[in-house]
């Protein structure tokens, strides 16, 4: 289709989309605040207040929007972070689970304002999508025993077959 630019992912926040988009942009290197747009007296927020923040991260744009308590985070959205090495993997996994994140399982990680986040170091994708089902079973099985992805375990693991 003619004219399309692409996709935009609206994150919904429960007044703290300002502080989110700053955070997000701290943490990926890359990121830049763009427009900010605040209600007016049609509401439904308070005149004056931020509505909304767009941002970009690693190419990503995305809308901080301020629409309230009624729907949060679940685990159900995640963003995976394809990492170029260890050093980033560990950065991002780091980063994301200080000041109130949260480890979970797998590489998943949740931030302080509860977005998940996919931590995916080099080769991880590759053990667990090996051709032979043997080495991906045992790949996967060490996986699923983790919370911060070990890519040199789940090779091992893949190669004791």
């Known amino acids: 289709m003619s004219g399309s630019n692409g996709f935009t992912t609206c994150l919904w926040f ?64 995640s963003f995976q972070i394809h990492c170029a090495d260890e050093t980033e993997s560990d950065y991002y996994y780091d980063e994301l689970t200080k000041d109130g994140g949260q480890e979970s399982a797998c590489g998943w ?21 090996d051709p032979d089902p043997g080495r991906a079973n045992r790949a996967t099985a060490a996986m699923m025993k983790m919370k911060k992805l070990d890519v040199a375990q789940m090779r091992r693991a893949a190669d004791a077959g």
Do not use: C, H
């Open 14 to 77: 429960d007044g703290d989309a300002a502080t989110a988009a700053d955070y997000y942009v701290s943490v990926f290197k890359d990121g830049k605040i763009g427009r900010t747009g605040y209600y007016n007296e049609a509401g439904p927020g308070r005149a004056g207040d931020v509505m909304v923040v767009e941002f970009e991260i690693n190419g990503q744009k995305f809308v901080a929007l301020n629409g309230g308590p009624q729907f949060p985070f679940t685990e159900a959205i």
């Open 109 to 129: 990680v949740k931030d302080k304002f509860g977005v998940s986040w996919q931590v995916i170091p080099p080769g991880a994708i590759d053990l667990i999508t």
